[in-house]
T-cell receptor, first 113, second 117 residues
């Protein structure tokens, strides 16, 4: 059974550019969440999508956005990149019930220079 | 708001030693509790979970019991191996005011575990 797949694994971008990250959830999972992991702030929740609808959002500026497609695949976009956006971005998928927990992908390592 | 506090690390042990990583939480409502593990260069792997008071989650020799009276979910293992070296995260999923949690795990700061042969 395939796990959560995130692409690309590594990205280097320049300040001011924008970036799109992709996440393919486990087959049958309809909930996709995104997290930012940094040494200073730890793991912080970005947003969650279920059936193409954003149901929950963390405390990030509007430069961070996401969407989910009808096949449950999700993308997140960061516009006008800042140096502080350098982080590991993790995607997690679930059936949508807490009883199952969340399965994480290996992440996308974004470096902004 | 919701929060998770883990014991300060890093933790360094010899192989076959006993492991305890403390985790306490503050949450609205009745949270579900999780332990995740992260190996170098990888994402998070669910280690174990508990969804109600007195539940004991267990996996690969690791155990944690949901203690509502002390708001704790301490991770234990009787005999650690070198392969257990990783970062361990305690996390909770708590309902919001509407009674749902919608994917928002709240994590502790992580505890680095190093096990020497």
């Amino acid at each position: 059974k395939a796990g959560v797949t995130q692409t690309p694994r590594y990205l280097i971008k320049t300040r001011g550019q924008q970036v799109t990250l992709s996440c393919s959830p486990i087959s049958g999972h309809r909930s996709v969440s995104w997290y930012q992991q940094t040494p200073g702030q730890g793991l912080q929740f970005l947003f969650e999508y279920f059936s193409e609808t954003q149901r929950n959002k963390g405390n990030f500026p509007g430069r961070f956005s996401g969407r989910q497609f009808s096949n449950s695949r999700s993308e997140m976009n960061v516009s006008t990149l800042e140096l502080g956006d350098s982080a590991l971005y993790l995607c997690a998928s679930s059936f949508g019930s807490t009883a199952y927990g969340y399965t994480f992908g290996s992440g996308t390592r974004l470096t902004v220079v | 708001g919701n929060s998770v506090t883990q014991m300060e690390g890093p933790v360094t042990l010899s192989e076959e030693a006993f492991l305890t990583i403390n985790c306490t939480y503050t949450a609205t409502g009745y949270p579900s509790l999780f332990w995740y593990v992260q190996y170098p260069g990888e994402g998070l792997q669910l280690l174990l979970k508990a969804t109600k008071a007195d539940d004991k989650g267990s996996n690969k020799g690791f155990e944690a019991t949901y203690r509502k009276e002390t708001t704790s979910f301490h991770l234990e293992k009787g005999s650690v191996q070198v392969s257990d070296s990783a970062v361990y995260f305690c996390a909770l999923l708590a309902p919001n005011a509407g009674g749902t949690s919608y994917g928002k795990l709240t994590f502790g700061q992580g505890t680095i575990l190093t096990v020497h042969p």
